[in-house]
């Protein structure tokens, strides 16, 4: 097993990360929190991360980054395994590789999506624009390429959480309605007409931005800054695609028209009728 030098305090050494033992940095961090006096409130207010990747170094790297930022980590090596996991242990969040053995990513995430809308990171070693579009369109909230920089992975679960996380607004009311369009904020609920919507993360952060100031035309920096936090890079495209889902979803619960497109300019909400 990979093994990591340690500094004076016991903490491993910056710059190790692609190298650490898992045995070694758990007893650390075990070590460091059974030494403080609320290590029990901080694990049981850690949020959930179920990582799936079938491989071991993947893995390692990823449970000692999260670890390090205090999540509580579920780990998964093929794809059936990854839905046991999920339906056990009920995570906050899922990091999912997309080339699994058994059930490849984008399968997992569509039988997932029958019951639950948590929030979904995709991982993928090919960095293929139809791996990204398909991933987004079946429920992902973010896509990362392999390589990737753990603190970027990071970054990015976080920002996903803050959206999801209900959020207290002065400005904002318990519900927002236009047209046949309501949502709450807190319970994280959308309905058209009463037939309720069931969107990712990304999406409600979307739909809630425009429904807030309904007629304002947003170019597609403005949708990012809406809902995605910590200036996190998002392609055009990938926009255009949580736009694209955001609307077929609408059209099914019976409404035509909810995010027109302002050619050369953005978006706009639509009647929603």
Not at 60 to 87: M, N, P
Not at 129 to 148: A, T
Not at 231 to 243: A, F, G, L, W
Request: proline share 4%; charged share 25%; hydrophobic share 40%.
């Amino acid at each position: 097993m990979n093994t990591v030098s340690l500094q004076q305090d016991g903490a491993p050494e910056r710059g190790a990360v692609d190298t650490v033992g898992i045995a070694g940095l758990q007893a650390y961090l075990e070590g460091q929190l059974c030494a403080s006096s609320n290590w029990k409130a901080r694990v049981t207010m850690a949020k959930s991360i179920l990582v799936v990747d079938d491989d071991p170094h993947i893995l390692e790297v990823i449970s000692f980054a999260l670890e390090r930022a205090g999540f509580a980590l579920t780990a998964a090596k093929d794809g059936k395994q990854a839905l046991e996991k999920f339906r056990s242990s009920d995570p906050d969040l899922i990091v999912l590789d997309i080339s699994l053995p058994e059930m490849d990513g984008l399968d997992v995430c569509r039988e997932i999506r029958k019951t639950s809308q948590v929030p979904i990171l995709f991982l993928s070693s090919r960095d293929e624009e139809i791996d990204r579009i398909i991933g987004l369109e079946i429920g992902g909230d973010d896509y990362v390429s392999k390589p990737f920089s753990p603190r970027e992975l990071v970054a990015r679960i976080k920002a996903i959480l803050k959206r999801t996380a209900p959020v207290e607004q002065a400005d904002e009311p318990d519900t927002l309605k236009v047209g046949g369009v309501s949502l709450w904020p807190d319970q994280h609920r959308v309905e058209f007409s009463g037939v309720p919507v069931d969107l990712t993360a990304t999406e409600f952060q979307m739909v809630r931005a425009f429904l807030r100031r309904p007629q304002i035309v947003r170019d597609r920096n403005a949708i990012i800054d809406a809902a995605y936090a910590d200036n996190i890079h998002v392609s055009d495209r990938t926009v255009d695609s949580h736009i694209r889902h955001i609307r077929l979803k609408f059209q099914e619960a019976g409404c035509a028209s909810i995010i027109e497109t302002v050619h050369g300019v953005g978006y706009k909400l639509g009647t929603c009728t």
